[in-house]
């Protein structure tokens, strides 16, 4: 089952660690509740897209999903202080850093990743 997930640059820098396409990983993840600023950033209806939020300080009862990442993109964007509307830049990559810059005035805002999740045997 492939799966768009939004990674905010806030976890990857505090908790997170780097992967790149190719690697599996395991993270816990929750529905996308509050994704709909991207519309106003990239004017693309790419919230619709997102199907989870990798969250490491979410609920810890939510057993980890198995996955391999597909594909990588950085969002940089303006704030000022809220998400500029049209502002936003979409730069495919082949890995996720720890830090990340920013693009001149737009700033670094997560990771737009596609992963392939393993399905449960009993399933």
């Known amino acids: 089952m492939t799966l ?4 905010a640059g806030w976890q990857m820098e505090c908790c997170g660690t780097p992967f790149q396409v190719g690697s599996s ?3 816990r993840l929750r529905p996308p509740t509050d994704v709909g600023w991207l519309d106003t950033v990239l004017h693309d209806s790419v919230a619709a897209t997102i199907d989870a939020i990798e ?3 979410g609920d810890s009862s939510v057993p980890p999903t198995m996955a391999t990442v597909v594909s990588i993109a ?3 964007c303006r704030f000022a202080p809220e998400p500029v ?3 936003g830049v979409v730069t495919p990559v082949v890995a996720a850093e720890k830090w990340n810059s920013d693009l001149g ?3 670094f805002a997560g ?3 596609r992963v392939v999740a393993a399905v449960p045997n009993d399933e």
Not at 4 to 7: G, K, Q, S
């Open 74 to 76: 950085t969002v940089h």
């Open 85 to 87: 509307a049209g502002s």
């Open 111 to 113: 990771f737009l990743v």
């Open 25 to 27: 990983v395991s993270w």
């Open 4 to 7: 768009c997930v939004w990674m």
């Open 55 to 57: 969250d490491h300080h």
């Open 105 to 107: 005035d737009r700033r």
